[in-house]
């Protein structure tokens, strides 16, 4: 086997060095009855050459260099080759959490940029060293907000990705935290008559998403005052980062869970990407996951050093703010140098450039069929309502390679056929006209 | 060795790399956009009041003082690339590089989570294997790939138990954890809702079968064990444990981060485990990245498959592979989307490039491994359990405390005869635990190396405690001041 470096003569030497005559007496403590004496059912030892041409096949039988409509949470943007080329070292690949500190302070300090970035970008204090993804970061935050306020549920959003808000169900289920849900309005923002009605002094959060699912940017300031007014916090769920570029930062909000994939992760059929959390320093003690603070060596030199530890179970245990244990330190590292990339600058130029698109799509989407949520801000996402459903006009696209919005029936019924289309920097022109032609047809 | 008076490389360029912040100035650009193609809108006047004014302090530098900015960071690294990592439970094996390359694939890499399942083939069909493999591996009955790590995959397979026996009645109260348990056990029991109950271990290290059975009651949903447990040590007594168990109603869930132990050797679901979770960056090679991402597979018996969270990925009567949504049992999602995908492709590969015999010898060289690191090393440094060992050995401090010298020193000084250290003070059955696995990857050339520099070590400690009390005494920093960072935290860098 290739990656076991030890000759037929070094395993001999070995076992004659701890005394035992064959291999298998390193396994007699298992019982024999449970000794497996088969082979196991996996595809038999190949080449690398064999491996490439199986996962090449693979490849093949997905969508590859199709144009891409779909957003909802998961982004296609541009990934400049620097990130690879970096993150392919061994140094950032193949090391492990950074414990050690004198020997991990390439990871370290490339997390303390991190979190230092997601501060500037989302407005917070503080930001943790990245969660699982954006939606289990979001049932994280729910949590921390019940600890915080020692008060128990949440009221959520519609518009937040039904996929968080399952994921956030899945979580607070057995820790008896009641979700509430509210609704929008016919602008796409949240009915804030609703939230009212449904808050109560029990809540120990608000969760909205903007840009929400729809695309629709919300009125942030608004439901943080409310939310206050009543004693709970306001947690902000941001789902397309890149949005960042144009937008506000909700500095109102408490809590931030972001999903960074947008900055440099690939789409990957779904993972791995990065979520993070931040928020006021005033709740860092109360915040989940690994932190890189700075601190000095014994000579006085400036160093990085994982912190705050006592939260976290290795220490806590069963009482720790969570059992998050592993990070995404190597998304965390992508995402880092992508914001390096692009910068104070370059974030905003293609922030804007999504929007330009976006808006001419929705121009032309408009001749075609109805934009729903007129009237408010959107940034690169918006929803089309159409007369055919919404499957048949991907069918037709498809033959274009073209993937089109993801339709919207599954989780709002009540908006018949509609799609939620994203444009980004890498849709042209082209892409969109030929998409927008399908649609009339 | 007498590396005593080696000089601190920090004078070098390379060593006194700057924040990115610090490197910024406006104008520098690491970046350029294509023309736009669509007319430009003024981002102020669409955005209204929701406009940002600027984005503060993100850097802005070029791509040359990227690629050293970041290129000189990664070299403050320790890596497997470099040499052992014992990081005793952390299975730090080679990662190999034709994983990163079939994961990088246009299809794999760029496809769209919520694109149409009869152009997302390729990909279905790569879950569908790894997810059989898988379950021959583990002896189990069915799987879900959608954790995003170990303790993810922890609470996915607690939540499993939970939810079959609400559905028997009475979910129950407790789950059993042994003393020798991971920190994520109690914490993921706690977050499902379950009290816990601490299990002590006998002078064998392993489950005390009395401890269990007088503990053993209906209030208790199950017990949750690492086999071989955190001392490397294989539960001899696994099938009265699970009996234990089960007569009760009780289920055994098996934390799997030891399972480099025992594929192709025994599968868990044939010694009675009910519900386990795999790590695959660590038993099946992907790569740990600093920290992750993971990936956290959970598998289980028949009874507890109607639970598993959803989609389940399936073969169709057509041929073609999809997912099954239509799970009205299931406790839920527990990630958005279908998991680490990335990291599924990464795994397959490995088993790939092993089959079944190459998996076999690879659980072999790493029981082979560490049983070496035992033999050489005990006695220079206590073996607290004599138990055979399985892929990793367990000793304690208690011959080097007489000097006043702890498991973190001893670890430290290894740092400067160019190893990673070992897993320091756990479990915490062991008072200053040195836990050391080798795994599979290490020639008996660097086998030696580590053995001859632990030896060594332990010669300094008598000789010069001092020299060891202080290490490392050759890396780019100093120990560094842990109590200062939490006292006091700086979290971001300020202007």
Redesign the interface.
Known sequence: ??????SPA??A???R????KS?DE??????AE???TR????????A?S???D?????????????A?F?G???Y?HYR?V?I????????????????????????L?????F???I???TGM???N??M?????GSAEAL?MAVRVTGRKGAVVARTV?P??R??M???T????LPITEFGYLENGRVDMADLEKKITADTACVMIQSPNFFGT?E?VAAVADLAHSKGALLVVSISEALS??????PTEADIVSMESQSFGV???????Y?GVMATKEKF?RQMPG??????????G?R???L????R?????????T??????????A?MAT?Y???????????????N???A??AANEFAKKGKILFQGT?RFNEFVVQTKQDPHDI??RL?EKKT?GG?PLKRFYPELGNAALWCCT?LN??EQ?DTAVQAVGQ | MSDKYIKKATRHVNQNEDLIFERSSPGKKGYRLPPLDVPEVDYKQALGQAARADLGNMPEVSEMEIIRHFTRLSTWNYAIDLGMYPLGSCTMKYNARVNEVVARLQGLAEAHPWQPEKVSQGALRIMKILADCLLDITGMDAITLQPAAGAHGEMTGIMLIHALLKSKGNPRKKILIPDSAHGTNPATAAICGYAVENLKSNAQGMVDINALASQMNEDVAGLMLTNPNTLGIFEQEIHKIAAILHDKGGLLYMDGANMNALVGKTRPGDFGVDVMHLNLHKTFSTPHGGGGPGSGPVACKKALEPFLPKPVVMSKPDGTVGLDYDRPQSVGRVRMFFGNFGMHVRALAYIMANGPDGLRQTTEDAVLNANYIRKKLDGTYELPYKSASMHEVVFSDHLQSEKGVKTGDVAKRLIDYGFHPYTVSFPLVVHGALMIEPTESESLDELDLFIDAMQSIAREVNEDPELVKTAPHSTRVSRLDETAAARKPVLRWKP
């Open positions: 086997m290739r990656y076991l470096p030890k070094d395993r030497h070995m076992l060095e701890i005394g035992y291999i390193l396994f007699a403590p298992i019982p449970y000794r497996l082979d196991l059912k996996v595809p038999r030892q190949m690398e064999e491996i490439i199986f996962f090449r096949a693979c490849a093949e039988d997905n969508a590859s260099g199709y891409v779909l909802a949470g998961a296609h400049p620097v690879d080329s970096l993150i392919s070292r061994g140094e950032f690949l193949t090391a492990y959490t950074p414990y050690q500190p004198e020997i991990s302070q390439g990871t300090q490339a997390i303390f940029e979190q230092t970035m501060c500037e970008l204090e503080v930001a060293a990245s699982y993804d954006g939606s289990t949590m990705h996929e968080y399952e994921v169900l899945t979580y289920q057995h820790q008896g940017i009125d960042l570029g144009v937008v506000k930062p690939p789409l990957g059929f779904g993972g791995p990065a860092v690994r932190l890189v603070g700075e601190t000095k060596d014994s000579n030199k160093g990085f050093v912190t705050l530890s006592t976290e179970q290795h220490i806590r245990r069963e009482k720790a969570s059992n998050i244990c592993t990070n995404q330190a190597l998304i590292t140098i914001m390096t990339v692009y910068g104070r600058e370059g974030i905003k130029e293609l922030a804007q450039q929007l330009a698109k808006t001419y801000p991907n069918n498809l993937i993801y920097e042209s022109k969109i």
